[in-house]
């Protein structure tokens, strides 16, 4: 079986359907026309540049290459998990990024080193794609997690001050709050979980059978993957939630729901 | 007559806007004390009662219990004793039983068991029998909502009530209940107190001894006519 490259005709032929969204905008009067062309270019101009970089990072296969480009995609990984949702408080992005950080690199670590046992650990062609995924998943896990956990405590703020007041901990009056951002922010890793391969194929499998490699092979890949993207977005969420809490919740068992604020 | 309650140039300052919300402020309040506060909205009745329920964090000064500071790790020991009701009644999903019966699951007061003969002759002081105790928290009204909130608080035998505006909402059925409750709950024992925060002066009148009033942050007494 043969791998066909595609040419630049062959994108532009592609290219070319989004020309059914414009008709659709125009036949509809959604007036999408401008976002859709600024989408169809980020798409081209983002993907053609990440194809170059990565290009140049894996011929240049050296730590000290590879490891300044995970560094940089967990970084913006982070403050983009930051910059969702209504209500912030004041060192929501240091959360964000530490929680991305930590639990995607222990995840990335465990499947590196411990289940795929590539050598070096830095093998590119491993540890990018891996290191991607895993994040991508983790900063939806990440930003759902602080976004609920912002939106129970305002919505809550009666309820535990209540609790507070009959005598409670900080971390009783905020147990029910930290519960449901938990659970919100597993909740899309847990509904890919059982939905994969029946509804959707995931873009890695699918890529790996394009590229000409056996779909039991790819399946195993993927099982793996899977794993590794359900323990980060879960250690990521919790711990998104619970940075949130520290800072929202003193020591002396007070609700400091000033620092809550709306976002501008 | 002791002091069991005492602030030492208490003050709060807005975190946010940095406005002065409660000037330097010394109170005492003793034992078997009665005191109301009234003055407008926003006058820093409610700041100075939430400050006394370690609720808010003041600025600087001092709140002393029995004389002493109250460590962080005391907070919640503390509030178990001087209890804060607010205007607003949060009750739980579920029955009026399983809301009186929620402070017990909190680890201060594990110790203690929910009483249903203490629950059933409070319910008796606010006209209730008690199959009202199965009714559904959602279905209660704001002023049977505000009963079960001042219950649920009572039935722990708290020695101070910190009581910010409780019948502000209310009709005057429910007022006259929720003032019957807390005059059964202080002529229960000689040591209690209790402030109450209000902007009617008729019921500030009637329910308490000492007449306090805050304006612009100041506390101070009310001249007696």
């Known amino acids: 079986m043969n791998y066909q490259n595609l040419t630049a005709l062959d994108m532009g032929i592609a290219a070319s359907l989004i020309l059914i969204n414009g008709a659709l905008s125009l036949l509809l009067r959604l ?15 983002q993907l053609l540049a990440i194809g170059y970089l990565l290009g140049w990072v894996f011929e240049f296969a050296y730590w000290y290459v590879v490891l300044p480009m995970m560094c940089a995609m967990t970084l913006i990984a982070g403050l983009s998990a930051a910059g969702r949702g209504r209500r912030t408080y004041r060192g929501q992005r240091v959360d964000s990024i530490l929680s991305v950080w930590g639990s995607s690199w222990l995840v990335t670590a465990v499947g590196l080193f411990a289940v795929i046992r590539i050598h070096p650990w830095y093998e590119p062609q491993y540890a990018i794609p891996i290191l991607g995924m895993i994040l991508g998943n983790t900063l939806t896990g990440v930003s ?40 919100a922010g597993m909740i899309p890793t847990l509904n890919q979980m059982t939905v994969v391969g029946i509804v959707s194929l995931p873009g890695m499998m699918t890529g790996q059978v394009l590229a000409g490699e056996s779909p039991v092979d790819a399946v195993r890949y993927q099982i793996v993957i899977m794993f590794l993207i359900a323990a980060s977005s879960a250690l990521g969420t919790v711990g998104a939630v619970l940075l949130t809490y520290r800072r929202l919740f003193s020591k002396s068992h007070r609700f400091l729901r000033f620092r809550l604020e709306e976002r501008a | 007559m002791s002091a069991l309650i005492e602030t030492r140039a208490l003050t709060r300052v807005d975190e946010r806007r940095q406005v002065a919300l409660l000037e330097p402020t010394d109170f005492t309040l003793n034992s078997a004390d009665r005191v109301s506060i009234t003055g407008s909205s926003g006058s820093g009745k409610s700041v100075f009662l939430r400050a006394l329920a370690l609720l808010d964090a003041p600025t600087s000064g001092q709140i002393l219990w029995n004389g002493q500071p109250v460590a962080n790790a005391d907070i919640p020991h503390y509030r178990s004793h001087i209890s804060y009701l607010s205007q ?28 249903l003969q203490a629950v059933t002759t409070l319910l008796g002081h606010a006209g209730k029998t008690a199959d009202f105790l199965h009714k559904n928290a959602g279905d209660l009204s704001g002023g049977e909502a505000q009963v079960v909130a001042l219950i649920r608080t009572l039935q722990l035998n708290p020695e101070v009530l910190l009581l910010d505006e409780p019948t502000a909402a209310l009709d005057p059925t429910s007022s006259r209940d929720v003032e019957a409750l807390i005059d059964a709950w202080f002529a229960g024992d000689n040591s209690r107190a209790f402030i109450w925060v209000s902007h009617d002066l008729d019921q500030a009148q009637r329910m308490s001894a000492i007449h306090l009033q805050m304006s612009a942050g100041v506390l101070s007494a009310v001249a007696q006519p």
């Open chain 1, 31 to 45: 007036g999408l026309g401008r976002q859709l062309l600024w989408a169809a270019v980020r798409t081209v101009v």
């Open chain 1, 144 to 183: 759902l997690g602080i976004e609920r956990m912002t939106q129970e405590l305002t919505s809550g703020r009666n309820t535990i001050e209540m609790i507070l007041a009959l005598g409670g901990s900080r971390w009783e009056a905020a147990q029910e709050a930290i519960r449901q951002a938990v659970r």
């Open chain 2, 88 to 115: 607003r009644p949060a009750l739980l999903d579920g029955t009026v039983q399983d809301n009186l019966r929620f402070p017990f699951s909190l680890k201060t007061l594990r110790k203690r068991r929910f009483d």
